[in-house]
């Protein structure tokens, strides 16, 4: 079953906007100015609203996500918590989780890929359900994230030159009926190398790369 509490992740990160421990530091420096993240300043606070599971209801959370801007040239940077990816309203977790059983089960179909525990979490207020659809964007999505894959990638060898996470990627088969074209077969093999990927980083350096990496990587 896909990972689904992150309330407690979006309740935290309100609670450190509300006592201002919100800083800039994990953010990049400007790649306009080149003015470090230490020396940008708040510059807004936005409310995101964001869809989480909970006992099979999608219901919405509410958190503030802090912007900051460079002094140097006034470009605005938004500081995303690790639940968080731009654009999109369900918690990264959530899209993590489902995307993952999808890409990383030979057999799976997005009609199954959608389903917890054999039922489809479904919105309180009416009967739509998770879309399958929805699963297939969200791996457009994921396997995007080439350049965050690509970085990682080089600091876990940096770290570990013995590690097995290269053995890892080249062994990934996505299977054939899965994917019409090769672009879509790029985009879920880049999904299921940023989930391992993700693991090893997590592993070996006890933090998400969607904490800071991401945001370096300007999430490409
Ligand atoms: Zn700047």
């Given at each position: 079953?896909?990972?689904?509490?992150?309330?407690?992740?979006?309740?935290?990160?309100?609670?450190?906007?509300?006592?201002?421990?919100?800083?800039?530091?994990?953010?990049?420096?400007?790649?306009?100015?080149?003015?470090?993240?230490?020396?940008?300043?708040?510059?807004?606070?936005?409310?995101?609203?964001?869809?989480?599971?909970?006992?099979?209801?999608?219901?919405?959370?509410?958190?503030?996500l802090v912007r900051f801007k460079c002094p140097g040239c006034g470009k605005?940077?938004?500081?995303?918590?690790?639940?968080?990816?731009?654009?999109?309203?369900?918690?990264?977790?959530?899209?993590?989780?489902?995307?993952?059983?999808?890409?990383?089960?030979?057999?799976?179909?997005?009609?199954?890929?959608?389903?917890?525990?054999?039922?489809?979490?479904?919105?309180?207020?009416?009967?739509?359900?998770?879309?399958?659809?929805?699963?297939?964007?969200?791996?457009?999505?994921?396997?995007?994230?080439?350049?965050?894959?690509?970085?990682?990638?080089?600091?876990?060898?940096?770290?570990?030159?013995?590690?097995?996470?290269?053995?890892?990627?080249?062994?990934?088969?996505?299977?054939?009926?899965?994917?019409?074209?090769?672009?879509?077969?790029?985009?879920?093999?880049?999904?299921?190398?940023?989930?391992?990927?993700?693991?090893?980083?997590?592993?070996?350096?006890?933090?998400?790369?969607?904490?800071?990496?991401?945001?370096?990587?300007?999430?490409?």
């Open positions: 079953m896909p990972p689904t509490a992150t309330l407690e992740a979006i309740k935290a990160h309100q609670r450190k906007v509300e006592k201002d421990k919100i800083t800039p530091d994990n953010l990049p420096s400007c790649p306009r100015c080149s003015v470090e993240s230490q020396f940008f300043k708040i510059h807004a606070y936005r409310e995101r609203r964001f869809l989480i599971i909970i006992e099979m209801l999608i219901k919405a959370a509410y958190c503030s605005t940077f938004t500081n995303y918590p690790d639940f968080a990816i731009p654009h999109k309203h369900y918690t990264r977790p959530i899209i993590m989780g489902f995307s993952a059983s999808y890409v990383e089960s030979e057999n799976m179909t997005y009609q199954k890929a959608v389903m917890v525990d054999s039922s489809v979490p479904g919105y309180p207020q009416n009967d739509a359900t998770l879309a399958p659809s929805t699963i297939h964007r969200w791996i457009t999505t994921l396997g995007s994230f080439t350049q965050t894959c690509r970085t990682a990638l080089i600091l876990l060898l940096q770290e570990n030159p013995v590690s097995s996470i290269c053995r890892d990627l080249a062994r990934l088969i996505i299977p054939q009926r899965k994917y019409k074209t090769n672009q879509r077969k790029k985009q879920l093999i880049g999904c299921r190398q940023l989930v391992i990927i993700k693991a090893f980083f997590q592993a070996t350096f006890k933090t998400s790369i969607f904490t800071k990496l991401a945001m370096h990587c300007a999430f490409n």
